[in-house]
Each structure stands twice: as structure tokens, then as C-alpha cells.
């Protein structure tokens, strides 16, 4: 399809304006001292950390957003309408605000975390906490992302399955979830490259320390009160290793977007 | 072999059916779009829960509203075959064969399944496509092979959704082919939905007609087709349908005063219901109401021309009890000459012997005693 | 035809872009200076503002309360500004190393840290060391901000080492996570404890002395209201300033 010539100015704008600030912090890098900042014992430590609880918040977001995509796929109705609106919570809060939310639900003094904190289980401050706050933020990502791809696919496969005499467990397995594959995969990127970037809510629920909470975007805040150098130059590390993420994993599934 | 019994009554569908098929039988299912065939394949597969109904294969019963008893679909031993093929897109055509054998009924280790899947991608004709992918394959081979792997299943009963309507003549004709073999050969029940008449003629027992969501007529496939006694029926077996009473000596009054004599069949019980059913080849058309002594003339509009093989059939507005118009096959020429076209003031004429009358049918689609 | 329709998109832009500049201009142009000053002078500043308006009728003041370094950091890219007020030293020494201030800046006040507790201070502490007893859960501030390097001093010179399960960015995130129960205790601010009120007990450091936080306050080089700018910074150095900051707990210069 050819389109209009004009349309191509407003998108030049759009990609520029994406553009031009990530040109400016990686112009702005003292590349002399690039590997020294960014290779300090802080600084690698919060990398480390930053990758382990990405990873393992997108492994919660799997495990519980896949069910509720299908769920929400396959159902209509007032129920269902209303969870999709909750869902979107968390895209449309400040995410220091969904700390805050999930303090009072998790915190020491929270709607469950009372009952957690009596029975010895303590979550504010850990690295349980960054877990968790990552995957509030994310969850609705791949929720999303997942809802899609399983309303295009339809139930019409799962039918034939029963038909042939599969029960609905192997129906799962067999036929629903490996149509979703390309969904799931581009909904686990969006959701690793958001919990990876997870900044507000991180720091109001779960705190900042070294090694237990301080993830990469936490180290790069703090780093910029003394040392803006290294602030830039692991801002620049923490775009490398999301582009990595995003074009080595995700973006051929991101651009086809289709089934097959 | 196993029978099919099936009563259904699902509301807000305005379906109310019953029908058997019986043992190593196939019944084919006719009806406008919207009649409820589709709705009674749903509720033999379990796919649909009637209001009221019982759904019995062989020994088992599979549904029954009184009850409370519903088996899952996937516990049904009911093979599907829709228009389309739904071939899963990610398993190659002899995984795919192999699916019901690895995963559904019948479960065996993966290369005995393999095996079967391999004999029955051999019975219909696809054996040679076993290693490709569903997107690589065109319409008839991948109902072709849609149909290996419903069979691989070893279903009791058959279900067809139009399965060729989706085809091009060739593959159509090829995948008719295959079915009447594996039919055949297998002597499993089936019911088959279509719109076509070679189908019907090539691959059915029994015919059952539904109309707005009722079992109108249900004989042998001879009978229907011969001596149609719904509307539907008519129109699908070619023929020309007037409803009415019978009168004595096969007369037939309709119930806007119009009066047909014909030849009446044996079983025509005077006062009752009855159809009169006679060919278009064996309309005349006049354009002035015609002298002299034929009976059987009627006053018609001309709502359509259409070709019939070599000659034009000329079929006029719907009878005023809302039937389909009646049919008149002429030559071309004639069209010509008599300066034929839709909104004309034509007059319609048949001899009485071209004309049987027969008794109309009963709800439940058989002929009353 | 296609490229003509791409010219109005162009001037609706330029337009846009009239419209931004033309607002923040238009302030500039009364009788208003800009204070660039630090978060915990906020309410004692916002007062000063006000008496600060009184004593010149035309005048008026705008704040722009941030961290003190996120203020040098954007006075150094460009903002304008007339009076800069961090919160300690360093940063004002960054301010000048960047050619931003008029003359010589002014000591105002003064800060010391404080142990805030939930009100009633259930886990009985009463001293710097008693933040390491085992069961209390302590938040500071991180050492790269002002209030952590005093925190990090006041060790130095009790001998204890803290294990803070928390290091904040913020003396707000501190007092917040002591206000919202989530710590037993946090090292802020006598100005922060004495602002939260009944929410927090306070428990006094006898070694705060160790650790002395020094305000000082300038007249930046570009300042449009440079006469005004001054004005202000007499005004906060003078008997009614010096009240105000004295009330909000800070220390003498």
C-alpha cells in the first residue's frame, strides 16, 4: 500500500523525537572512562541484580498472565470487562504510586502483609519485594499482549482437539498453547524490558540497598548525585542491554506479529 | 456400527428436532441457511446443551436433559469435519493425522501412532503429503487430510458440515470420492450438511429437509427426491410443489380456492393435507389464457429467468401461501417469441398426468398412515 | 498536491512551539524572581516568600524546591534562575565551579540529624548505637547525598557501623518509610522531625554535633532581578528569616 508522501513527516517527527535524547546521552558518555564507570563493584553488582529479578518477575508474569489472557479471551461478560479496566491499572498509575499501593497491601503494616509480618514472613526490603513490584508493572504488558493474540486465534482449534478426543488439559498443552507461542514471546520481551526499566515502584516498596534491592535504575539515580559521568555511562549500559533483549529476542516476533 | 438417535430443543435457536440414523447409514441434512443443521451437529458433538433433549450413540446416551446427564465432547467417540479444514497450523499433515492417536481417543506409544496416521493419510488419497506443512496445502488436500485425521480418531458416527462447499469442482469432485470410498468401505454412520445435490445423490441414504428449525420430510434419498413433499425438497429436487387438501380422483384444492387435477398416489386420503408435484418440463406458457379444454391453468407473474441446462426456466412470484413460484422449462426461442421477462402476465399450463398428488407430511417428517 | 498539504502541518508546529515560548517568557517580564532551593527549606522558605512580597508590594516570588544536586544539575544546563539555596556546601562549590554565582555565597543556617521512631518509640531507643540492636530495622539516607554523608560522619564518631536495611536517595523517602511503619527507625533531619510532627517520636543524637550540615545561600551571575535577588537573600538572613528558619529547627549558621 502505497501512502500519502505527507504521512511521512509526523512519523519522522515521532521517531526523532524517540531518537534524538538516546543520540544526546550516548554523545554525552566519557568514552575514555566508559568501561571503568561502568565496571565499579556498584555498578555490576546492580546490573546482576537488575537481570536476575527481570527475569524472574517475566517468569511470575508467565506463569499467571498466560491463564488470565485465556480466561479473559474466552469469556464475555460485565466480570470480565471490568477485570480488563483493573488491569490496566497499573499501566495508567505513577509507578511510585503503585509502590505506594503495594506497600499498603504487602507492607509491614499492609492489608496481607500484617497477617505475612506475624507469621515471620517479611517482604518490604527485599529482593522479594523488587520481584514483586516489577511484576505489578508488567503484568498488565503481557496480559495485554497475550489477549490478542488468543482472541485472533479463536477456540475454533481447541474444538477440533475435543473432538478428536483430547481432553481439555492436553487441549492446553498440545494445541492452545503452542498457537499462542509467538504472543507469549513478544509479551515476555515487553514485560522483561518493563521490569528491567521498573524505577518508582521499586523504590517506595521495597527500598535501596546494595546487592538486595539497588537494581540498575536505582544505582543510576543515586550515581547522579555525586558522579553524573557514571550515571550516564550506565544509563548507556542499561539501553545496550534492552536492546539486546528486545532486537536479539523480540523484535522479529514484535514487527511479524502474526500466527503462523 | 452404531446408530445415532437424536431429539433436540434448543430455544433460542427456535430448533426443535428429531431424526435416527442407522447403523453403517448416512443421512444427509438439507435445509435453507439458518434452518438448524448446524445447530443439531453442535448438540450430537456436545458442543451445545439443549433445553430439552436426549442425544443416544449405539449403547451409550450421550446427552439427556431429564437426566442431567452430559458427556464432554471430547469423551464422545464423534468425529467433525467442518467446511474448513482447521488443520493445526503448527504440526505437520502426519502429526496432525497423528494427533487423536498420540493425544485423543485411542491412545498409543508415538510410532504406533505414527503408523496409523501414515495408513490413513494412504486411505484418502494424501499419503504423499505426510511431511508437509498445513499452509502448503490447497483446499481439497487439506480436507483430504482433515478427513484422515477425523477418521484416525476411529469416530462412531460421523459428523459432515459441508465439507466440499468450500471446494473448487475438481477437489470437490476428488474429496467426494474419497468420502464415498471411506463410507463405504468403513460402513460408518454419518450425517452430512450440504447444498448439493450430486453429494446427496452420490453419498446419502436418507434425507432428512429441516425448515425453520423443524424435520419437514424424511425418507430414502429415492423417495425425497423423486416425490418431494416440502417445499425445500421441491426446489432442491427440481420439481414444482402446490400444498392444499386432497379432494377425490386426485384433485387438490389450495387454500386460496385454485384447483389441480392430477393423478393422486395410493395412500391420498381425501380431506387431508396433500401436495400436488409436477416437472417444469412439463409446464406450458401462455401469453393469453389458452382455449380448449386443459385443466391445471394458473394466472402467473413472471419473476425470474434462469437457464436449465440447455433450455430457460422461467420461474414466476411466490405462491400466495408463501411456497416458492412455480417453474416452467422452455426453449429460448419461445422466451423470445412470447417476449418473456420478470413482471410479465404469463399463464402457466400442465396436463393432468404430468401431475401426482401425494399426502403431505407429518411434523416428524414421515408420511401419515 | 502532496506537498502542499505537508505545509500547514509545518506551521501548526511552529505555532506550537510560538505558544511555549511565549508563556514562560511573559512571567519573566513582572517583578518575579526564581529561588532555586533545597526540599527541606520548603516550608520555611514558602514563609519567608510571603513576608518577602509584604515588604516589596510589586514583587513575587517563584520556588523551585528539588534535591540539591538535581538544582545545580539543571542550573548548569541553562535554567534561569536568582537565588540558588542548596542544602549543604558541596553543592553550592559545584555552583561556583560552574562560573553560576554572584559574589560570595552566605551561610543561613544550619541542620543537624535526628532518629525519628514510630510515635512512642515502641522499640525503646534511645541512642545512635541502639540502632544496631538486632530486631530494629533502620533506613538512612545514601551516602552520596548530604544528610547519608553526615549519617556516615556521625558513625565515624560514635564507632558504630549502621546495616541500614534501606539506603534512600532522599531524606523524604527515609522519613516516609519510618511514617508509613515499614521501619522501625530512620536517621533524618531535626527540621524533618520536628515537620512530621505527632507521626514520628524523635530520639535526639548527643554526637550530632559531629555532623553539621551548612546552608548556604547566593545570588546567581545571570539572574534577571538581580536587586530583588538580593533583597530576598536579606530577607531570609534577617531577624524575620533567621525566626522563621529558627522556628523549622534549623541551627544557627
Given at each position: 500500500?502505497t501512502?500519502?508522501?505527507w504521512?511521512?513527516?509526523?512519523a519522522?517527527?515521532g521517531?526523532?523525537f524517540v531518537?534524538?535524547?538516546?543520540v ?6 566519557d568514552w575514555p572512562?566508559?568501561w ?11 546490573l ?8 524472574a518477575?517475566t ?7 498466560v491463564?488470565?489472557?485465556?480466561v479473559?479471551?474466552?469469556n464475555d461478560g460485565?466480570?470480565v ?5 483493573l488491569?490496566?491499572l ?6 511510585v504510586v503503585g ?6 497491601a504487602f ?6 502483609g500484617q497477617?505475612l509480618?506475624?507469621?515471620g514472613?517479611r517482604?518490604?526490603?527485599?529482593t522479594t ?8 508493572v ?5 496480559v495485554i499482549a ?7 486465534a479463536?477456540?475454533?482449534?481447541d474444538?477440533v482437539a475435543?473432538?478428536?478426543g483430547?481432553r481439555p488439559?492436553t487441549?492446553w ?19 522483561f ?6 524505577f518508582?515502584?521499586?523504590?517506595t516498596?521495597?527500598g535501596?540497598?546494595e546487592?538486595v534491592t539497588?537494581t540498575l535504575?536505582l544505582?543510576?539515580y543515586l ?6 559521568d557514571?550515571a550516564?555511562a550506565?544509563?548507556?549500559l542499561l539501553?545496550?542491554?534492552?536492546a539486546?533483549?528486545?532486537f ?6 514484535l514487527?511479524?506479529g502474526?500466527m503462523t | ?11 433460542r ?7 435416527d ?20 451437529l453442535?448438540v450430537?458433538a456436545?458442543?451445545l446443551r439443549p433445553d430439552?433433549g436426549?442425544v443416544?450413540l449405539?449403547e451409550?446416551?450421550?446427552?439427556d436433559t431429564?437426566a442431567?446427564?452430559f ?8 468425529g467433525?469435519?467442518l467446511q474448513?479444514?482447521l488443520?493445526f ?9 497423528a494427533?487423536?492417536?498420540?493425544s485423543g481417543h485411542g491412545?498409543?506409544?508415538?510410532r504406533?501412532?505414527?503408523a496409523?496416521?501414515a ?6 488419497d ?5 511431511d508437509?506443512?498445513?499452509r ?6 487439506a480436507q483430504?487430510?482433515?478427513l484422515?485425521r477425523a477418521?484416525a480418531?476411529e ?5 459432515l458440515?459441508e ?7 475438481n477437489?470437490?469432485t ?10 463405504t468401505?468403513d460402513g460408518?454412520?454419518?450425517?452430512l450438511?450440504?447444498?448439493?445435490l450430486v453429494?446427496v ?5 436418507r434425507v432428512?429437509i429441516?425448515e ?12 425425497v ?10 426446489r432442491?429436487?427440481?420439481v ?5 387438501t ?8 389450495t387454500?386460496w ?6 393423478t393422486?398416489a395410493?395412500?391420498?386420503?381425501a ?5 400436488a408435484?409436477?416437472r417444469p418440463?412439463a409446464?406450458?406458457v ?6 380448449g379444454?386443459?385443466r391445471?391453468?394458473v394466472?402467473?407473474v413472471v419473476?425470474?429467468?434462469d ?6 426456466r422461467v420461474?414466476s412470484d411466490?405462491?400466495?401461501d ?8 422452455i426453449?429460448?426461442?419461445?422466451v ?7 413482471g410479465e402476465r ?7 398426468q404430468e401431475?401426482?398428488?401425494h399426502p403431505a407430511v407429518t411434523?416428524r ?5 | 498536491?502532496p506537498?502542499?498539504?505537508?505545509l500547514?502541518?509545518?506551521?501548526a508546529?511552529?505555532?506550537l ?6 508563556s ?5 517580564s513582572?517583578?518575579t524572581?526564581?529561588?532555586f532551593a533545597?526540599?527541606?527549606?520548603k516550608?520555611?522558605?514558602t514563609?519567608?516568600?510571603e513576608?518577602?512580597k509584604?515588604d ?8 523551585n524546591?528539588?534535591?540539591s544536586?538535581d538544582?545545580v544539575t539543571?542550573l548548569v ?15 553550592m562549590v559545584?555552583a561556583e ?20 521512631t514510630?510515635p ?7 541512642s545512635f548505637a ?22 556516615e560522619?556521625?558513625?565515624a564518631?560514635?564507632?558504630t ?5 534501606s539506603?534512600?536517595?532522599s ?13 522501625d ?8 522531625a520536628r515537620?512530621?510532627g505527632?507521626?514520628?517520636?524523635a530520639v535526639e ?5 559531629a555532623?553539621?550540615n551548612t546552608?548556604p545561600?547566593?545570588?546567581l551571575?545571570?539572574?534577571?532581578q ?9 530577607t531570609?538572613t534577617g531577624e524575620y ?8 529547627g534549623?541551627?544557627?549558621p
Amino acid at each position: 500500500m502505497t501512502l500519502p508522501r505527507w504521512i511521512y513527516l509526523p512519523a519522522a517527527v515521532g521517531a526523532l523525537f524517540v531518537v534524538v535524547p538516546l543520540v544526546a546521552v550516548v554523545a554525552k558518555v566519557d568514552w575514555p572512562q566508559f568501561w571503568t564507570l561502568i565496571g565499579s563493584e556498584s555498578s555490576r553488582t546492580a546490573l546482576v541484580l537488575s537481570l536476575k529479578t527481570a527475569t524472574a518477575s517475566t517468569l511470575l508474569c508467565v506463569v499467571f498472565g498466560v491463564p488470565l489472557a485465556l480466561v479473559l479471551a474466552r469469556n464475555d461478560g460485565r466480570a470480565v470487562r471490568l477485570m480488563r479496566s483493573l488491569l490496566l491499572l497499573p499501566l495508567v498509575l505513577p509507578p511510585v504510586v503503585g509502590g505506594i499501593a503495594l506497600l499498603y497491601a504487602f507492607g509491614r503494616l499492609g492489608l496481607i502483609g500484617q497477617y505475612l509480618d506475624a507469621a515471620g514472613i517479611r517482604i518490604a526490603f527485599t529482593t522479594t519485594a523488587v520481584v514483586l513490584a516489577q511484576t505489578f508493572v508488567s503484568l498488565p504488558f503481557l496480559v495485554i499482549a497475550m489477549e490478542g493474540a488468543a482472541r485472533t486465534a479463536g477456540s475454533d482449534y481447541d474444538v477440533v482437539a475435543a473432538t478428536l478426543g483430547a481432553r481439555p488439559t492436553t487441549v492446553w498443552w498440545r494445541v492452545s498453547l503452542p498457537l499462542l507461542a509467538p504472543g507469549l514471546a513478544s509479551g515476555a520481551v515487553l514485560a522483561f524490558a518493563r521490569s528491567l526499566g521498573e524505577f518508582g515502584a521499586t523504590l517506595t516498596f521495597a527500598g535501596s540497598r546494595e546487592g538486595v534491592t539497588r537494581t540498575l535504575p536505582l544505582e543510576i539515580y543515586l550515581q547522579r548525585e555525586t558522579d553524573a559521568d557514571a550515571a550516564v555511562a550506565l544509563s548507556v549500559l542499561l539501553v545496550a542491554v534492552a536492546a539486546v533483549v528486545v532486537f536479539g529476542l523480540g523484535a522479529r516476533r514484535l514487527r511479524s506479529g502474526s500466527m503462523t | 456400527m452404531t446408530d445415532l438417535h437424536l431429539r433436540a430443543v434448543v430455544e433460542r435457536r427456535g430448533v426443535d428436532v428429531e431424526f435416527d440414523v442407522a447403523a453403517g447409514e448416512v443421512l444427509a441434512l438439507l435445509g435453507p441457511n439458518g434452518a438448524g443443521k448446524t445447530t443439531a451437529l453442535h448438540v450430537i458433538a456436545g458442543l451445545l446443551r439443549p433445553d430439552r433433549g436426549v442425544v443416544r450413540l449405539g449403547e451409550r446416551v450421550l446427552t439427556d436433559t431429564d437426566a442431567g446427564v452430559f458427556v464432554a465432547t471430547h469423551a464422545r467417540r464423534v468425529g467433525l469435519l467442518l467446511q474448513e479444514a482447521l488443520l493445526f497450523p503448527h504440526l505437520s499433515v502426519a502429526a496432525n493425522v497423528a494427533f487423536a492417536p498420540r493425544s485423543g481417543h485411542g491412545k498409543r506409544p508415538r510410532r504406533e501412532a505414527r503408523a496409523a496416521a501414515a495408513r490413513w493419510l494412504a486411505q484418502v488419497d494424501a499419503a504423499d503429503l505426510a511431511d508437509r506443512k498445513p499452509r502448503e496445502l490447497s483446499g481439497g488436500q487439506a480436507q483430504r487430510v482433515a478427513l484422515a485425521r477425523a477418521l484416525a480418531a476411529e469416530p462412531l458416527v460421523l459428523l459432515l458440515d459441508e465439507p466440499l462447499t468450500g471446494l473448487d469442482v475438481n477437489a470437490a469432485t476428488a474429496m467426494r470420492k474419497v468420502l464415498r470410498d471411506t463410507l463405504t468401505r468403513d460402513g460408518r454412520s454419518a450425517v452430512l450438511i450440504t447444498h448439493d445435490l450430486v453429494d446427496v445423490l452420490t453419498l446419502a441414504d436418507r434425507v432428512a429437509i429441516l425448515e425453520a428449525g423443524r424435520v419437514v420430510e424424511c425418507g430414502t434419498t429415492a423417495a425425497v427426491l423423486a416425490a418431494p413433499r416440502s417445499h425445500f425438497g421441491a426446489r432442491f429436487a427440481g420439481v414444482n410443489l402446490v400444498s392444499g387438501t386432497a379432494g377425490p380422483d386426485g384433485t387438490l384444492t389450495t387454500e386460496w380456492g385454485a384447483s389441480w387435477h392430477g393423478t393422486a398416489a395410493a395412500d391420498v386420503v381425501a380431506g387431508r393435507p396433500a401436495v400436488a408435484v409436477f416437472r417444469p418440463s412439463a409446464v406450458a406458457v401462455y401469453r393469453d389464457k389458452p382455449h380448449g379444454s386443459p385443466r391445471n391453468t394458473v394466472e402467473l407473474v413472471v419473476a425470474e429467468l434462469d437457464t436449465s441446462g440447455a433450455a430457460i426456466r422461467v420461474r414466476s412470484d411466490r405462491q400466495p401461501d408463501g411456497a416458492p413460484g412455480l417453474a416452467a422449462d422452455i426453449t429460448a426461442e419461445s422466451v423470445a417469441e412470447l417476449g418473456l421477462a420478470p413482471g410479465e402476465r404469463v399463464y402457466f399450463s400442465v396436463k393432468a398426468q404430468e401431475i401426482s398428488v401425494h399426502p403431505a407430511v407429518t411434523a416428524r417428517g414421515e408420511a401419515p398412515t | 498536491m502532496p506537498k502542499s498539504s505537508s505545509l500547514p502541518l509545518a506551521l501548526a508546529a511552529v505555532l506550537l512551539l510560538g505558544l511555549v515560548g511565549c508563556s514562560s517568557s511573559q512571567e519573566e517580564s513582572q517583578n518575579t524572581i526564581t529561588v532555586f532551593a533545597a526540599a527541606s527549606l520548603k516550608d520555611s522558605f514558602t514563609e519567608i516568600g510571603e513576608r518577602f512580597k509584604t515588604d516589596n508590594p510589586d514583587a513575587s516570588v517563584e520556588f523551585n524546591f528539588a534535591g540539591s544536586s538535581d538544582l545545580v544539575t539543571q542550573l548548569v544546563q541553562g535554567a534561569g534562575a536568582d537565588v540558588f539555596a542548596p542544602a549543604d556546601t558541596n553543592n553550592m562549590v559545584k555552583a561556583e565551579q560552574a562560573d553560576l554565582v554572584d559574589g560570595e555565597p552566605v551561610n543561613f543556617a544550619s541542620n543537624v540529624l535526628t532518629i525519628v521512631t514510630a510515635p512512642g518509640n515502641p522499640k525503646q531507643i534511645a541512642s545512635f548505637a541502639d540502632l544496631t540492636k538486632p530486631d530494629v530495622s533502620v533506613v538512612v539516607c545514601a551516602a552520596q547525598v548530604p544528610c547519608g554523608s553526615a549519617t556516615e560522619k556521625i558513625e565515624a564518631a560514635t564507632g558504630t557501623q549502621l546495616n541500614p536495611v534501606s539506603e534512600e536517595s532522599s531524606v523524604t523517602d527515609v522519613l516516609n518509610k519510618v511514617t508509613s511503619g515499614q521501619a522501625d527507625a530512620g536517621v533524618v533531619y531535626v527540621t524533618d522531625a520536628r515537620a512530621a510532627g505527632d507521626d514520628v517520636a524523635a530520639v535526639e543524637i548527643a554526637e550530632s554535633g559531629a555532623a553539621v550540615n551548612t546552608y548556604p545561600i547566593a545570588v546567581l551571575k545571570d539572574a534577571p532581578q538581580k536587586d530583588l535577588a538580593k533583597k530576598f537573600v536579606e530577607t531570609v538572613t534577617g531577624e524575620y528569616g533567621q525566626k522563621v528558619l529558627s522556628e523549622a529547627g534549623f541551627g544557627k549558621p
